[in-house]
């Protein structure tokens, strides 16, 4: 994506939000003025801190998306840990609820090979984009597991679901449904690409991200055994 329509892109995302910043401050210019106005007051203050956080989290997500990235091919990192570090700040902030299924399997244990704190940015924004795109209920499911060489991460949501030709286009900055962040995916995307993995989208009953890393296999014990000479 070019400078010019990646400004485009954020002015869009920005816009929203300050307009209903602008509507609340006006609303509630008004009821001061009124009596019984206080219990809409309250949700006009509301509105305007959810939007403010709304803006900040794109500033900090538009400088986590320029900033450089160099990637450490020697470091490894365990997916399900860090899966589980970032679940419960996400669904508390989006008010849903995460489902993790799977468990370590096989020699591979669910070890990357990609850095922690990449790992850990790479989940917190596939399950903050999932959290988001969701329905009202919340629900978002993942399932991992090791298959071939590779670790294997599927979240799925059930919330509108896009067609399958436009998929594609969600992995690019400010492409992304209405109710997600506009660059969690282009993260994403460039992230699991520093470390030769891939990250495809698909839709059927649910929309699934599938995330595959390489693998790292866990070394084998090696028991000596000491037999004295009789």
């Known amino acids: 994506m070019q400078p010019g329509e990646l400004a485009v ?7 929203n939000p300050l307009h209903i910043i602008r509507g609340a401050a006006e609303i ?21 801190v959810e939007e403010v956080d709304r803006i900040d989290r794109l500033l900090a997500d538009l400088l986590h998306y ?22 419960g700040p996400i669904e508390e ?12 399997s096989g020699e591979c244990q669910l070890r990357v090979a ?7 940015a790479l989940l917190y924004y596939l399950l903050r984009y999932a959290a988001l795109a969701a329905s009202e209920r919340g629900l978002v499911s993942v399932s991992m597991g090791c298959r071939e060489g590779a670790v294997y991460l599927d979240i799925s949501h059930d919330g509108r679901l896009v ?3 436009q998929l594609p286009e969600l992995l690019q ?21 520093l470390y030769d993995g891939r990250l495809t989208l698909r839709a059927g009953a649910t929309q699934v991200l599938r995330l595959q890393s390489p693998a790292v296999p866990t070394p084998r014990t090696l028991t000596l055994r000491y037999t004295p000479k009789r």
Do not use: K, W
């Open 163 to 165: 067609d399958n030709a």
């Open 9 to 15: 892109g954020l002015a869009r995302e920005l816009r």
């Open 28 to 48: 509630l210019a008004s009821l001061t003025q009124t009596r019984g106005g206080r219990a809409y007051a309250r949700q006009g203050c509301q509105e305007i």
């Open 173 to 193: 900055p400010f492409a992304v449904p209405s109710g997600a962040s506009g660059l969690d995916l282009a993260i994403a995307h460039r992230l699991v690409s």
């Open 66 to 87: 320029a900033a450089p990235v160099e990637p450490d091919h020697g470091a490894t990192s365990e997916l399900s840990a860090l899966l589980h570090s970032v679940r």
């Open 114 to 120: 990609m850095a922690s704190e990449h790992t850990r």
């Open 93 to 104: 902030d989006a008010r849903c609820s995460i489902l993790v299924r799977g468990a370590p």
